[in-house]
């Protein structure tokens, strides 16, 4: 990306990306810059430390870690860094996820990680919280959440009155 990334979307194996494809829509369809990762607390973990570690000097805001299983890659990086983490519990074979949603949210008091739902929704909705951080300090970003509600709630009134065609009923 030509300008410096604001979010680092992370993520524990080549096998998340599909879900984490979710995270980085949303970043994309926002605008704002972000680099990608694949880092695993178990499997690579001086590479892990040594990412959370300069993540800040490099202009880094957010993180949002993507992982499955034992899950404790949004974990680690929020034990070697200030930055807001924000974990995206992958679903699993074993547990449906579950085992993914609990290693992540379970966190030590201090030491906190900001989970979202397991899967696809739970990545969308880390790139969107990421965004409304960076919004605190970015009124063209603010403005753009704004835009983004306001086409969400046209959208539902639309889906009223195809449903209220369709079965013709009356407007609430």
Do not use: W
Not at 90 to 101: A, E, F, H, I, K
Request: hydrophobic share 45%; aromatic share 2%.
């Amino acid at each position: 990306m030509s300008e410096e990334s604001k979010v680092a979307v992370v993520m524990g194996s080549e096998s998340d990306s599909s879900v984490m494809e979710a995270a980085v829509e949303v970043l994309e369809e926002f605008g704002v810059p972000f680099e990608l990762c694949v880092l695993s607390a178990h499997r690579s973990p001086q590479a892990t430390h040594d990412f959370a570690a300069k993540a800040e000097q490099r202009g880094l805001k957010v993180l949002i870690a993507g992982a499955g299983g034992a899950a404790h890659l949004a974990g680690v990086l929020a034990s070697l860094t200030t930055l807001p983490v924000i974990g995206v519990p992958m679903p699993t074979d074993r547990m449906g996820g579950m085992d993914s949603l609990l290693s992540t949210v379970q966190m030590p008091a201090g030491v906190p990680v900001a989970t979202m739902g397991i899967g696809k929704s739970g990545a969308q909705n880390a790139a969107l919280l990421a965004v409304q951080i960076l919004a605190l300090t970015d009124e063209a970003l603010h403005g753009a959440l704004q835009d983004y509600r306001s086409r969400m709630a046209e959208a539902v009134r639309q889906d009223e009155e195809r449903v209220r065609r369709s079965l013709r009923g009356r407007s609430c």
